[in-house]
């Protein structure tokens, strides 16, 4: 265990030779500084990480927990709206692959993940107009795919700010904050919402709003120096 990356035992990642630049900013990965995981938690750009994902999650999982109850409040049946959470995992799934191979086209991964928390945001509005099953449906794929993009993009964008030497640390940190906290927060909320207001509206509205913001904001993150 206290051997924790590939040149510890003479190797690099995805097979490369020692001297290998990493593409971004051409710094040699066997020369990358051991950055200590207290300066990583002191700067601007990992809570700004943490918000942005944990709202990401948080709005996943409001939407996850409610959506069926809020179909069947506007006449759609019981077994077609349930059938839409599958959707919503399907959708995911090509976001994944799509999101994942955005963040190495673009020059920084932070425009993937600002992009992926946007497409969530159609999904919301979308969801927000939607009166028959199909366009529950549409919204189900679109708002999946947009929530694909979660995965790929914290892990690049934790790795491309802060390098792979406490990546797991980061990582770890960030699920945290994002699956724990902002996890739990979600149906919570999305439940005090509905019982105050007697309806979803307000809390995908809400949703939409919080998206919207942490898609800009995500784009505020600074370069790594």
């Known amino acids: 265990m206290r051997k924790t990356i590939p040149e510890d035992y003479g190797l690099l990642p995805d097979g490369d030779d020692p001297g290998t630049t990493v593409r971004r900013d051409e710094t040699p990965i066997d020369n990358e500084p051991n950055i200590p995981l207290s300066c990583v938690l002191k700067t601007p750009a990992f809570w700004i990480m943490a918000f942005c994902f944990s709202m990401g999650i948080m709005v996943e999982m409001m939407a996850f927990i409610h959506q069926v109850v809020y179909a069947v409040n506007i006449n759609i049946g019981k077994i077609a709206a349930a059938s839409s959470l599958g959707l919503i995992c399907v959708g995911s799934i090509f976001g994944r692959f799509f999101f994942g191979w955005l963040c190495d086209a ?13 497409v969530m945001a159609a999904g919301m509005l979308m969801l927000l107009n939607i009166s028959s099953i199909t366009g529950l449906y549409i919204y189900s794929v679109i708002f999946g795919f947009g929530y694909g993009s979660i995965s790929p993009a914290l892990s690049s964008l934790a790795c ?22 902002g996890g739990g927060m979600g149906p919570l909320i999305g439940g005090m919402i509905y019982d105050h207001f007697g309806t979803y509206t307000h809390a995908w509205q809400f949703n939409l709003i919080m998206l919207l913001i942490v898609s800009i904001l995500m784009l505020t993150i600074k370069p790594k120096k």
């Open 160 to 181: 491309d700010r802060f390098g792979r030497r406490i990546l797991g640390s980061i990582l770890g940190i960030l699920i945290f904050f994002a699956t724990g906290i």
């Open 106 to 118: 673009f020059k920084d991964p932070k425009y993937s993940a600002s992009l992926g928390l946007l």
